[in-house]
């Protein structure tokens, strides 16, 4: 398995897994209060899940992104960049996190951290966002 799948596979099954928990959260506290249900409040429900969504997924996967992203910085053209052969990472998707993770501590997993969450966010509001009203209209156009 390819170290990009080892970060994605993980990351899409719990951002849509969180998104119906807190998307379900959502319709329950309407549902409490007695708010209106329209089409509006699905968008924004959608957007909300979806950004929270993104947020905790990224948080979770966020070390096997960090290691992901370090191996493909040394590629396997190391040489080119910079001068040398000499590798900074060993070989290996598992060799390369044990190898952060006791080089730089536990911390050293999260480096980055906080410019990834601010991404994740609205990029994931943004793709349920389109999500709702896709919904809707198939639901409009069906009915």
């Not at 070390?63 to 992901?68: A, F, G, K, T, Y």
Request: aromatic letters at 12%.
């Amino acid at each position: 398995m390819s170290s990009a799948s080892m970060q994605t596979i993980p990351y899409i099954g719990i951002i849509f897994g969180t998104y119906d928990i807190i998307s379900s959260l959502i319709i329950k506290i309407h549902s409490a209060y007695n708010l209106p249900h329209t089409n509006t409040t699905n968008l924004i429900n959608n957007t909300v899940a979806g950004a929270a969504s993104g947020i905790i997924a990224k948080f979770i996967v966020y070390p096997l992104d960090l290691v992901r992203k370090r191996m493909q910085v040394q590629g396997p053209n190391l040489k080119k960049f910079v001068g040398t052969n000499e590798l900074i990472y060993p070989k290996g998707f598992f060799a390369t996190f044990k190898y952060v993770a006791n080089k730089e501590g536990i911390t050293g997993l999260f480096r980055g951290l906080l410019p990834s969450l601010l991404k994740a966010g609205p990029s994931s509001a943004s793709v349920f966002f389109a999500f709702g009203v896709a919904q809707n209209l198939m639901l409009k156009y069906t009915n």
